[in-house]
């Protein structure tokens, strides 16, 4: 049997990168055949399939903001590659990747999966852009594409406000390998022992601003350090974050950390007391899953993805988005209560075996790639 030819087409940053290069390190290379298009100023780390190989990659102008001029180039670049290499399926991630990779797949006649990895429209908090994002969500909606979601709750909000037929819209989870060996740090350790930890860039989404609150709130009863990982170039609302822990008086109570190696967060993790998530919206956040599989409780926002990996009062707690006491609350309970804490530990290892582990679960997507 003939290879199947996949064109994953993105902005390779983040999460998405890490999805990407999780499934390409695990799909079967007998079966298909992966070629990547990415921007031209996201990752400089090669591609590799199951084997070791290096996967063929070419780089179009795809950037994270809106810029018209190279919109429409990497459309045209887009065209052309697609048209010479001849693929038998699009996969396109996130807003970008999935605007070009539907338009071309329309011009060409080739069929799309597009994962949005959380709709872009959920990104602002201006009404105007909301509508606007809305719009082209709305606009390219079924058509030649299919919507894969990475949580059931982003499937079901594909359906209920995008306009997704139902059955235009199919899951699958957002997993990742089993996290085995863990590395000594390759920074320099400059917090407490004694801490919890998150991982998210300052931004709208990811809403630190409201973690630094929840954590003065905290810390008026028990003092716990808080580290912040992941504080990146596209950290819009750093500013934000720094202006409101000298507000606060909270510079030796926060450490807000650069990006740094995978296995550094790994390590980071694995010693913390336990995770928290302030997000306003997700798709499936990879950091919460890393931190089941490390048998890490989670304290999270009731936000897609979010409410799927996390069960109240099973392997962590759900709190409604805007509730610091909640917050305050669960947090304390957690860092007084040791053998509730024991017991959510336990079950978030069992919730990655059983539910977010690649190994089991890539056949899922091959046998979805090849229908």
Known sequence: MAKKKIVHLLHSIGGVDVYLRLILENIKTDS??????????????????EKGNKVKEYRVSIFRDISIFYDIKSLFQTYKILK???????????AKGGI??????????????????????????SSLKRKFFMSIEKFLANGNSLLLA???????????????????????????????????LTIQKTWPDEYICTVGRPSYQKNIEKMIRVLYEVNKEAKIHLIVMGVGPVSNQLESVKNLIVELNMGNEVTLLDWTARTDVFHIINQ??????????????????????LSKAC??????????????????????????KGFKSKILKLLTDKELLHKLSKNAFNSYSENYNIKKNI?????????
Do not use: Q, W
Not at 33 to 45: A, L, P, S, Y
Not at 84 to 94: D, F, Q, R, V
Not at 103 to 115: A, H, M
């Open 84 to 94: 010479k290499e001849k693929p038998n399926l699009i996969h396109a991630h996130s």
């Open 150 to 184: 990475t949580s059931n709750s982003e499937k079901k909000r594909a359906i209920d406000e995008v306009g997704y037929k139902e059955e235009n819209a199919i899951v699958f989870n957002n997993c990742i390998e089993p996290i085995i060996k863990m590395n000594l």
């Open 100 to 125: 070009v990779g539907r338009i071309t797949g329309k011009l060409l006649g080739i069929k799309v999966i597009y994962t949005p990895h959380a709709f872009s429209y959920l990104s602002t908090d």
């Open 272 to 293: 913390s007391k336990f995770y928290i998530s302030t997000s306003r919206y997700e798709g499936m956040p990879y950091s919460i899953i890393e931190s089941l599989a």
């Open 32 to 49: 298909f055949e992966n070629i990547v298009i990415h921007g031209t100023k996201d990752t400089e780390k090669p591609f590799f399939d």
């Open 299 to 324: 304290i999270v926002t009731n936000c897609d993805g979010n409410k799927d990996l996390i069960i109240d009062n099973y392997n962590g707690f759900v709190i409604e988005n805007e509730d610091v």
């Open 363 to 371: 056949y899922e997507l091959e046998s979805i790639y090849l229908k």
